[in-house]
């Protein structure tokens, strides 16, 4: 943890308007002392319909749960990413999409931003959508993706965007949890040169016998074909042909809804998060503005799919808030080959570039091609998110792609925190390679041991978070009780992140991976509960334990443990057909990286799965077992150990 320290003035870029960081240390002090005086201030910065006088109301008591912020206020989160910025600025880009193919691109100014919204907001009017009403949206990275959450959120409907590279399976337990009405959907979505079927998908979510609730289901044409649509689906633009460019924004409370994201947890079904409106678009826009000290004008590229929340807050909502032109890429970095983002950048001139470590990891190791053929000079700053920054990645990103100029904001955040929680602020706080370095406004992170003591100065511990802010999830839809369980049982009076965090003697934080059943497979999260109940719906599975392994490029592999059904040949085709059930069944970032076949697994007398032994198999650390003397049958590790395939 000694590791080097860069200084703000140690990079070329400086930056305009950016905090002195005794400024940001009196600021955080204020936020924490005084959080009612500290965001009724800033609660300003978005426009408010009914102006709030309540601005915080929040206990982490699991007896007295409640999170409220700004209750009394009402506005429209559309009206603050489109309509304020009309008056002097509707000619201003919104939206640089930049198609999977390098000659497709297109400009969305915020004047046709807003008629495409309002175009499709009087659409699913038309179809009957209300205010309150659950809308899927499962769609490319295509700006009609972005229209499509605004639209939602321009009529008061709650949005639930499911990953395009989601299965079926998927859609259909998304649709049934939160009982939506309509699904809107492409025909294809185009990456690395293919046009991949993507409605087919939803078809079979819908022909499902236990999906009753979706009345109707929009297609945006994305291929130079069109399909026939069968009588129960509608065309995007025959839709929204007749619609009126001009859709009044429904007035909402703060505290209602505006959309609800599915995320992996330790255990069971994906949870839906539900983000409400006032509190999440403060932070979603201060977080963006003060974390990448950004100025409205600037091109700004966050490289995350609008299927995950990175995408929810600082593809869409965040910039557009802030009157930022935002980069939508439809395709994937190394296509058509690894030179690909840094073209992107030179040809947009993009300032701010924020992706993920697994994509900083896939092209370093494709050595110096990716740095070849752009100049990126436009590069001011460059951010990280998903899962922790190894300090060679850290070295590779700053040195190779920003040349040394720009700084690393590497941001640590949750589906369930809205927005970014420990973070640097570009031009304010120094840097250590590897470390997310201090908390945001409000933000007030601690360390507690497996007793939930907290731990004072340098420690390691779990990470929890003291007090509310603005922008974290309020509930799990349809489970109040199991967002309680989930977040606030652990320990009294505090937020578990489910992460392992260490403090050094400076008060930098270095997060160092989930510590509970959650896997980080290139930034995605995935319950291993969710993949073992995948691979034991297969018909020739008994018994199934998934944990996760280091991956140079992935950060994290999935490594399968499988029993077969008594008198099954295991052969290399039933391999294959595991693998590729689990593929089809849940998506194809569940893929199982090794499946080993085991005559049985480790457990203890009681019965219970001793994971850890798996991992240290899976590790090929696999002399550093620790006390095996609860198993119930010592010769199951033996047989593991031999036939291990992580050598
Ligand atoms: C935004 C997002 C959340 C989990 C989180 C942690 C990991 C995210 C990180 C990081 C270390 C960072 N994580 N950012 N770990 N450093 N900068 O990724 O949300 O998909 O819900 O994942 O990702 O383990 O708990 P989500």
Redesign the pocket.
């Given at each position: 943890m000694n590791a080097k320290c860069y200084a703000v003035s140690d990079f070329e870029h400086q930056h305009q308007g950016a905090l002195s960081f005794e400024q940001y240390q009196a600021m955080y002090k204020e936020s924490v002392e005084n959080p009612d005086a500290f965001w009724a201030e800033h609660g300003k910065r978005i426009d408010w319909i009914k102006p709030f006088t309540k601005v915080k109301n929040t206990s982490f008591n699991k007896d007295d749960l409640h999170i409220k912020w700004f209750e009394d206020g009402t506005l429209n989160v559309s009206a603050n990413c489109i309509d304020r910025h009309l008056a002097e600025h509707a000619d201003q880009t919104a939206i640089i999409w930049e198609g999977d193919s390098p000659d497709q691109q297109q400009h969305v100014s915020y004047q046709q931003l807003h008629d495409e919204v309002c175009k499709l907001a009087n659409g699913l009017k038309k179809l009957g959508v209300q205010k309150g009403d659950r809308v899927i949206i499962y769609m490319p990275m295509v700006p009609q993706a972005a229209y499509a959450m605004l639209a939602c959120a321009r009529i008061g409907a709650v949005h639930s965007v499911v990953f395009a590279g989601f299965s079926p399976h998927a859609i259909a337990d998304r649709i049934i949890d939160c009982q939506a009405s309509v699904v809107i959907t492409a025909d294809v979505n185009r990456r690395g040169g293919k046009a991949l079927p993507l409605k087919h998908n939803v078809d079979e979510a819908l022909a499902r016998d236990d999906v009753t609730t979706i009345k109707h289901c929009v297609v945006f044409n994305n291929d130079d074909k069109q399909l026939d649509l069968p009588s129960s689906q509608v065309w995007w633009h025959e839709l929204t042909k007749d619609c009126a460019p001009v859709c009044a924004p429904e007035e909402m409370n703060a505290e209602d809804p505006l959309f609800i994201l599915y995320?992996s947890g330790s255990t069971g079904k994906p949870k839906g998060l539900v983000h409400t409106s006032g509190g999440y678009l403060v932070w979603a826009s201060m977080t963006h503005q003060k974390i990448f000290n950004y100025s409205p004008g600037e091109i700004y590229w966050c490289a995350a799919d609008v299927g995950?929340?990175?995408g929810h807050t600082y593809i869409v909502y965040g910039p557009l808030a802030n009157r930022a032109t935002t980069v939508m890429f439809e395709g994937v970095p190394t296509y058509p080959d690894e030179r690909r983002i840094g073209q992107i950048i030179d040809k947009h001139q993009v300032s701010i570039l924020y992706t993920a470590p697994t994509a900083i990891r896939a092209l370093m190791a494709k050595g110096e091609l990716a740095a070849q053929d752009s100049t990126r000079d436009s590069l001011r700053v460059l951010g990280?998110?998903?899962?922790?920054?190894n300090p060679e990645a850290w070295q590779w990103y700053y040195e190779k792609v920003g040349k040394t100029k720009c700084q690393i904001i590497?941001?640590?955040?949750?589906?369930e925190t809205g927005g970014a929680m420990i973070t640097p602020l570009a031009g304010t706080t120094p840097l250590k390679p590897g470390s997310?370095t201090l908390p945001f406004f409000s933000v007030q992170p601690a360390l507690v041991d497996s007793d939930g003591k907290e731990l004072a100065g340098e420690a390691e511990g779990n990470l929890v978070l003291k007090g509310s802010w603005p922008g974290q999830a309020r509930s799990i839809y349809g489970n109040h009780q199991r967002f309680i369980e989930t977040y606030f049982s652990a320990y009294e009076n505090v937020y578990f992140?489910?992460?392992g965090c260490k403090r050094d003697a400076d008060g930098f934080y270095w997060?160092t991976?989930?510590v509970d059943d959650v896997l980080?497979v290139s930034?995605h999260?995935l319950g291993t509960a969710e993949i073992e109940s995948s691979l034991v719906a297969h018909e020739m599975i008994a018994e199934a334990a998934v944990v996760g392994y280091p991956h140079d490029i992935k950060g994290q592999g999935i490594y399968v443990y499988v029993t077969p059904i008594a008198g099954t040949e295991v052969s290399e085709e039933l391999t294959k057909s595991v693998r590729d059930w689990v593929r089809k069944d849940l998506s194809p970032i569940a893929t199982p990286d090794m499946i080993q076949w085991a005559p049985g697994l480790p457990k203890t007398r009681s019965g219970k799965i001793m994971r850890r032994i798996l991992r240290k198999v899976a590790a090929n650390e696999y002399d550093q077992l620790g006390d095996t003397s609860t198993l119930a049958d010592p010769s199951v590790v033996d047989n593991l150990i031999e036939n291990r395939l992580n050598r």
């Open positions: 995320t995950w929340i990175t990280t998110v998903g899962e922790p920054i590497d941001t640590w955040w949750q589906t997310a992140t489910g992460d997060i991976g989930r980080n930034g999260r």
